[in-house]
């Protein structure tokens, strides 16, 4: 078998808290909305992450590169396509670049 890159749609579930609709990102990013964020107090526990199928024995899919935490449900996978990746080149403000850097 090849390896192909998947997109796994996993869900935290854990009882809801909510957190306040504008808060800052980082300790020093701009003051957003909730839902333009990636942050946990989203009210949405679904996250879609693109990984690396590395072997499939069974019922057993081993991945890398999947965001998430050991033990967390799987809800959905499905190849990844260039014709659904994002066209064109992606902006992202530098404050979430630099938020970024050495997370993975």
Do not use: H
Not at 4 to 20: E, F, G, H, L, N
């Amino acid at each position: 078998m090849s390896r192909s890159s998947i997109t796994s749609t996993a869900c935290r579930i854990r009882r809801y808290r909510p957190v306040p609709a504008i808060r800052a990102a980082a300790p020093t990013g701009p003051r957003l909305g909730i839902l333009a964020q990636r942050g946990k107090g989203r009210p949405n526990r679904i996250g879609v992450t693109i990984c690396k199928l590395l072997s499939v024995e069974g019922l057993t899919l081993r991945v890398q590169g999947l965001d998430a935490i050991d033990g967390t449900p799987v809800l959905d996978i499905k190849p990844v396509m260039k014709g659904f990746l994002p066209r064109g080149e992606l902006r992202e403000p530098e404050w979430a670049a630099e938020l970024m850097k050495g997370y993975w």
